[in-house]
């Protein structure tokens, strides 16, 4: 639903997108990871042609984004960072007038006005002036407006920046609901909102895609990914000597004693799964297993890791 080919922006001297390349399938919520200043919000603004590109192509449900604009944009829900709107109007109003800009009229307009106001949770506040709402509000105004036409395709930048954990559980669980349907393209900075919502995550750093797969896959890039921690007890001696032989061990860290007690980390061998061998092994030297945790891995480790790399050292120094 969504094709970018070699999308490319540059402002002077910088080079914002740097040769972008990528497809958003429908059903898919794609997770549009970077930092800073990476070029996520350009990338975006381009999709939805509010920016021109520099050169490479975009096409939103088969129209070119550049060469037939308007018929892009109405397959587009499109919620941009900050969430804009008009501060003297009440969500009620500014929902009529976007309806008119989307070709809505009459009862067809009152019927999605109602569908996506009952969507955010927007009822209670909805002849309220938009200037006098709290943050969290401005964001559901914000959504209501970019699902008022039923797109087939969703760009939200930042749909949960700055709302509480109990507004951040509502957008996310609108977005699952909305998933199956749609392509979704979600740009964020949080990286807990990858695994609540995404089924990809796209990572981009200095203009330039640098990961691409499931969080899950992403996650297991990281160090700790199948590391097992455990406290046992008994004659632990040669308990240390025994988990390094196992296939898989990669090293073992912190191994700590206190009387019986004995307690350690395990690291994992890229993909491979340890615990069940750790448990083994325990029960066969006759020690008590009072602990065992299977670590999923640091998706902020892998993040850093990603975007740092290649990064020069002036900047990651700063």
Known sequence: MIEINNLRKVFGPIVAVDRLTMSVGKGEVLGFLGPNGAGKSTTMKMITGFLTPSAGTASVCGHDVKAA???AQRTIGYL?????????MTPESFLRFVAGVRGLRGKAAKTRIETAADLVQL????????????????????LAQAILHDPDVLILDEPTDGLDPNQKHDVRQLIRRMAGEK???LSTHI????DAVCTRAVVIARGSIVADETPASLRARAANHNAVTL??????????????????VAGIDDPRSSGAEFRCRVFASKGKEIAPAIAQKIRLLGLTLDRLGVEQGNLDEVFREITLKNKPEEEVAA
């Open 69 to 71: 604009t308007l018929a």
């Open 80 to 88: 941009p960072e900050g969430a804009p709107a008009y501060p003297d």
């Open 123 to 142: 009822h209670g506040v909805m002849r309220q002036p938009i200037e006098t709402l709290s943050k969290g509000f401005k964001r559901r105004v914000g």
């Open 183 to 185: 392509c979704v393209i």
């Open 191 to 194: 990286l807990e909102e990858v």
């Open 231 to 248: 406290v046992v007890t008994g004659e632990h001696a040669g308990l240390v000597g025994a988990l390094r032989t196992l296939p898989g």
